[in-house]
Nanobody
């Protein structure tokens, strides 16, 4: 069973930066597209960003375009999300997941209904 562990969240002031990490196990990491999702209190989980097997293709939600950068290190089975110019509306629990190959302007589709524990990002105004 695929396991993911997210880390790197925290409390930051608006305009600040954070880098999230996601380490995956029990899978051939570079066989999978990977995605970042987030869920704010009272809201549905939404896709934030997606990256292809080699990292050559990346996808972003409009709300984070130009501020967030997704990357991966297949040798370390690790996914990253560099978040700059953070806004209070970025406050959420962030999750990573293996996803079906992403397409522009299409929802990211996780392979599994199960999620890791996530990492909390809180942006103060």
């Amino acid at each position: 069973q695929v396991q993911v562990v997210e880390s790197g969240g925290g409390l930051v002031q608006a305009g600040g930066s954070l880098t999230l990490s996601c380490t995956a196990s029990a899978l051939t990491f570079d066989n999978y597209y990977m995605g970042w999702f987030r869920q704010a209190p009272g809201k549905e989980r939404e896709g934030v960003s997606c990256i292809s097997w080699t990292g050559a293709d990346t996808y972003y939600a409009d709300s984070v375009w130009g501020r967030f950068t997704i990357s991966r290190d297949n040798a370390k089975n690790t996914l990253y999300l560099q978040m700059n110019s953070l806004k209070p509306e970025d406050t959420a629990m962030y999750y990573c997941a293996t996803v079906r190959p992403c397409k522009r302007n299409q929802p990211y589709i996780p392979y599994s209904p199960d999620w890791g524990q996530g990492t909390q990002v809180t942006v103060s105004s």
